[in-house]
């Protein structure tokens, strides 16, 4: 019985120990950088941010592939749409989405805090 106790306080430390540094994630987000026109919509299936289209700078084929953001920037899937400009400037905290007519822009967010 002891050793289940034991067992299970173990367990309950290493699963749910403390979370990322937020400060941490922040500066590690800063290093990614996107643009790109949409052409080319992933599917729903995961989380993953696998967008494919041209980079407006160069016009050459592109996609916004990122280990590190891909889960941030995933969050915003629903809002684009084939012809949207997606920018993430590196050194910077804001996603944008550039539409005909509006441009949506998020900030990092981590544990309540607005990142910029």
Known sequence: MKYTILLCLALCFFC????????????????DECLLIVREIPTDTDDRFDYKGINPVTEKECDCNSSRSDRWWADYKKDIAIGDTIIKKKGELIFSIHKKDTVLSFNFECDGKVYK
């Open 16 to 31: 749910c120990g403390p979370m990322g540094n937020c400060n941490e994630e922040a500066e590690d987000l800063k290093g």
